[in-house]
């Protein structure tokens, strides 16, 4: 066995039990068991969310968390799920004409970069990536994404039952705000529930609603379960036939299926790659704090193994995988970081995917309720970029922050197109995104010295000459002007 059993099984009071430790294999049943139902909801609203099979997304994040644990020689415990980074990519495809072979298809490529920079950061560390993606840009891209999502919202998902989509926005703040501990953490999977039996409610009390299906209206109930009734209760997931697919219809239960390759969508999924750094760095960083272990030799491994489950899941048909904060969180408060657990979490999680049943049950999820959990979920996605900002102290009464950020940020949440060809578009988030960084770079090298210094994360101001020191964010922008002549004279340097 590769787990040591921790103090004979008993866990004492206060006592942590490390990554390579086990408790009994009870309780470390009971222990998976609980992280299933931290990433559980999130694992399957997600690829609900970008039209794909969630029976088949369960079924692969436990074969990625698996590959995840063997790549990172058991030293990071996390478990891998479905990624919320990917939903705007997805709508984006499918306001183009794609359908769901062109998502995986372009998302295979999100894993192939990810890939490679996880090769580049376990080669040369960590710090290249920090240079060339300060917390300035990073944040930027991880808002545009979120927000470039709005239009999603208004005019595909919150048209269809308008209603029950603001009941339901109104449950996700109400439990978000209101529950508290694990609860709290699942309130976006509780409010689904929610919609989900309101909806069954009002087709019996007030009958179908009426909406408008390519121009032309048309009347169904909310909840659909026709595939439901048809479906096995034992077996893999279906293998599509796209040839009658259709957005938003409840007709077919897409399953595995073949990625098809275009450059235009994988042009536009690759930002998504920066937002994945971020959080990946995020995770092991956590990690490394709660199990007091220096995990900075193993983040490039852990980048990796996300970049190659995320190419095996969108191989099949599945969405792209990234590490669970959820988790995480179950980890915090249990105290207990025994990867054993994660892979009985792992194990419960494939024999989920092994339902026809339940992956129908899920994507009969009406429109209303996607819509009323959309409105809160992509402007939660769009200001986790503003947490990115606070978080590491960025000054925007710096132009080099401000000016290149501004550009980007309305050229992605606007989708201003870049037109090439009648072939190929360079689209909201990739123009953002692609403007963002470069025009970042550009003006920090074109800039005076003192104020390219202070630019990114936390200020650095000249203190003295030949000497940086860190000065708090929320120092008046004046304070640059006014030591900018001493900046520049003579040689000087960070400390």
């Given at each position: 066995?590769?787990?040591?059993?921790?103090?004979?099984?008993?866990?004492?009071?206060?006592?942590?039990?490390?990554?390579?430790?086990?408790?009994?294999?009870?309780?470390?049943?009971?222990?998976?068991?609980?992280?299933?139902?931290?990433?559980?909801?999130?694992?399957?609203?997600?690829?609900?969310?970008?039209?794909?099979?969630?029976?088949?997304?369960?079924?692969?994040?436990?074969?990625?968390?698996?590959?995840?644990?063997?790549?990172?020689?058991?030293?990071?415990?996390?478990?891998?799920?479905?990624?919320?980074?990917?939903?705007?990519?997805?709508?984006?495809?499918?306001?183009?004409?794609?359908?769901?072979?062109?998502?995986?298809?372009?998302?295979?490529?999100?894993?192939?970069?990810?890939?490679?920079?996880?090769?580049?950061?376990?080669?040369?560390?960590?710090?290249?990536?920090?240079?060339?993606?300060?917390?300035?840009?990073?944040?930027?891209?991880?808002?545009?994404?979120?927000?470039?999502?709005?239009?999603?919202?208004?005019?595909?998902?919150?048209?269809?039952?308008?209603?029950?989509?603001?009941?339901?926005?109104?449950?996700?703040?109400?439990?978000?705000?209101?529950?508290?501990?694990?609860?709290?953490?699942?309130?976006?999977?509780?409010?689904?529930?929610?919609?989900?039996?309101?909806?069954?409610?009002?087709?019996?009390?007030?009958?179908?609603?009426?909406?408008?299906?390519?121009?032309?209206?048309?009347?169904?109930?909310?909840?659909?379960?026709?595939?439901v009734r048809t479906a096995d209760w034992f077996g893999l997931p279906p293998v599509s036939d796209l040839a009658h697919w259709k957005l938003g219809s409840a007709s077919n239960v897409l399953g595995f299926h073949a990625p098809s390759f275009s450059l235009a969508f994988a042009l536009l999924a690759?930002?998504?790659?920066?937002?994945?750094?971020?959080?990946?760095?995020?995770?092991?960083?956590?990690?490394?704090?709660?199990?007091?272990?220096?995990?900075?030799?193993?983040?490039?491994?852990?980048?990796?193994?996300?970049?190659?489950?995320?190419?095996?899941?969108?191989?099949?048909?599945?969405?792209?995988?990234?590490?669970?904060?959820?988790?995480?969180?179950?980890?915090?408060?249990?105290?207990?970081?025994?990867?054993?657990?994660?892979?009985?979490?792992?194990?419960?999680?494939?024999?989920?995917?092994?339902?026809?049943?339940?992956?129908?049950?899920?994507?009969?999820?009406?429109?209303?309720?996607?819509?009323?959990?959309?409105?809160?979920?992509?402007?939660?996605?769009?200001?986790?970029?503003?947490?990115?900002?606070?978080?590491?102290?960025?000054?925007?009464?710096?132009?080099?922050?401000?000016?290149?950020?501004?550009?980007?940020?309305?050229?992605?949440?606007?989708?201003?197109?870049?037109?090439?060809?009648?072939?190929?578009?360079?689209?909201?988030?990739?123009?953002?995104?692609?403007?963002?960084?470069?025009?970042?770079?550009?003006?920090?090298?074109?800039?005076?010295?003192?104020?390219?210094?202070?630019?990114?994360?936390?200020?650095?101001?000249?203190?003295?000459?030949?000497?940086?020191?860190?000065?708090?964010?929320?120092?008046?922008?004046?304070?640059?002007?006014?030591?900018?002549?001493?900046?520049?004279?003579?040689?000087?340097?960070?400390?």
């Amino acid at each position: 066995m590769i787990w040591k059993l921790h103090n004979d099984g008993v866990l004492e009071p206060g006592a942590v039990v490390a990554p390579d430790e086990r408790l009994s294999w009870g309780k470390t049943v009971g222990l998976g068991a609980q992280h299933v139902v931290a990433m559980f909801g999130a694992t399957f609203v997600f690829p609900l969310l970008m039209g794909l099979n969630p029976q088949l997304a369960v079924m692969m994040s436990g074969v990625a968390t698996l590959l995840f644990l063997a790549i990172t020689r058991n030293r990071v415990p996390s478990y891998l799920g479905s990624s919320a980074s990917f939903v705007g990519v997805a709508t984006t495809i499918y306001a183009h004409g794609g359908n769901p072979s062109h998502v995986s298809g372009a998302l295979l490529f999100v894993g192939l970069a990810l890939l490679l920079v996880g090769i580049i950061i376990h080669v040369a560390g960590a710090r290249v990536i920090h240079r060339v993606l300060p917390p300035v840009v990073t944040g930027a891209v991880v808002m545009l994404i979120g927000f470039n999502l709005a239009p999603v919202v208004a005019k595909t998902y919150w048209p269809q039952d308008q209603w029950t989509a603001l009941v339901v926005m109104l449950v996700v703040v109400f439990l978000s705000v209101g529950l508290r501990g694990f609860l709290g953490r699942i309130a976006i999977f509780l409010s689904l529930l929610v919609g989900y039996a309101l909806s069954a409610v009002l087709d019996r009390l007030a009958g179908p609603v009426t909406r408008l299906v390519d121009g032309q209206p048309t009347t169904a109930y909310r909840v659909d379960w026709g595939n439901v009734r048809t479906a096995d209760w034992f077996g893999l997931p279906p293998v599509s036939d796209l040839a009658h697919w259709k957005l938003g219809s409840a007709s077919n239960v897409l399953g595995f299926h073949a990625p098809s390759f275009s450059l235009a969508f994988a042009l536009l999924a690759l930002p998504v790659v920066i937002a994945l750094i971020a959080e990946n760095t995020g995770h092991v960083k956590a990690v490394a704090e709660m199990t007091g272990t220096n995990l900075d030799d193993t983040m490039g491994r852990a980048i990796v193994a996300d970049g190659l489950t995320s190419m095996l899941a969108t191989g099949v048909g599945a969405g792209p995988t990234t590490t669970y904060a959820e988790n995480i969180g179950v980890m915090a408060s249990t105290r207990v970081y025994s990867t054993a657990a994660y892979v009985v979490a792992a194990v419960v999680a494939i024999g989920f995917g092994f339902s026809p049943k339940f992956g129908a049950v899920i994507s009969a999820t009406p429109g209303g309720v996607l819509g009323g959990i959309c409105v809160v979920l992509y402007g939660m996605i769009g200001l986790l970029g503003a947490k990115i900002w606070k978080e590491n102290r960025v000054d925007f009464g710096n132009p080099v922050n401000l000016v290149p950020v501004a550009a980007g940020i309305i050229i992605g949440v606007g989708d201003v197109s870049l037109k090439f060809s009648e072939e190929f578009t360079l689209g909201g988030i990739a123009f953002g995104t692609l403007a963002t960084v470069v025009l970042w770079h550009v003006a920090r090298a074109i800039a005076p010295r003192y104020l390219s210094d202070a630019a990114g994360g936390a200020n650095l101001v000249l203190d003295t000459p030949g000497m940086y020191v860190e000065e708090e964010a929320d120092q008046p922008y004046e304070k640059y002007l006014d030591r900018g002549a001493r900046a520049e004279q003579g040689p000087h340097r960070e400390s």
